[in-house]
């Protein structure tokens, strides 16, 4: 089949695409620029070059592929609306990528007892409101305006990927920062938990998504879950710090890390994949403990 991958040139997507491409399917990938195109022919990819802004090249190129995969951002609307204009009447099929940020609290490092599943309601923060409503109200909905479409959530990724970009994200900044500040850090109390997904696992689940859900599906994936205090001893034991992880507060997690990941670092972000499991049969191989995810996380 031609799949056109958006995000080829990232951590999921080329990953989602190497695996692709050696089963033979013809993979087309967005690049920014020509030096992303370049490096993405490569690895076997057919470049388009463009951003996720030049809506009539993501268009075309969803217009002519069998399948269409959103593995860049969660919540550019246009590009999202273009890709659904582009394939409604076909039954063609487009996956998008999610991330269980979006049912994530604002919990300063507390714990959370809540789990959830792809039936549980829930009020998203105000800062994945038009997340939310994109996958429910525009994604899911279209699956009634003859496109086959499928949401695939992941949490935290850890492990090497096997595209162009290979590392995750929010490890490799806990490790930079880490030794940045000759210290690993958590906040609060460093109680809130995440989920967690090796990389590999998390791309076989685009695979088996094609070949086996049914359109309007959500799928949440994940293989293990660690409390953010549990990552952060993992860091400094790796890089050998004493002692190997230290609280600060929120402000000064601000000034560290910035808004956005201080979100992520400061939530609770659980989901279970048990739906995944049963309707697409996703098997995760890979065990997941906090060591791991740290030693797979350092290039």
Known sequence: MKIFILGAPGYIGGTVAQKLISIGHEVY????????????????????VGTLDDLEV?????????VVINAASTNHVYAIRTIIDALKGTNKTFIHTSGSSVVSDYAGGSYS??????YKTFSPLPEKAI???LERDLILASSNEGVRTIILCPC???GYGTGLRRESIQLPLMIQAAKSLGKSIYIGEG???????HID?????????????QSGSLFYL?????????????????????????????????????PHMTLSLCSNSRITSEMARKMIGWSPKIIFNPDQMVSESVL
């Open 131 to 133: 997340w939310y409503s």
């Open 113 to 118: 007892h809540e789990i959830f599943n792809e």
């Open 58 to 66: 993501i268009h075309n190129a969803a217009a002519n592929s069998d």
């Open 156 to 158: 935290m990724i850890f």
């Open 222 to 258: 994940e293989s293990g879950q660690s409390s953010i205090r549990d990552l952060a001893s993992a860091v400094g034991k790796y890089l050998k710090q004493n002692p190997v992880s230290e609280s600060v507060s929120l402000s000064d997690a601000y000034e560290i890390w910035g």
């Open 191 to 197: 109680e809130n938990i995440w989920s967690n997904v």
């Open 29 to 48: 990938g967005l690049a920014r620029d020509k030096n992303k195109a370049d490096k993405i022919e490569e690895l076997g990819q057919i470049p388009v």
């Open 201 to 213: 696992d998390c791309a076989n689940a685009y695979l088996l998504a094609l070949e086996n859900a």
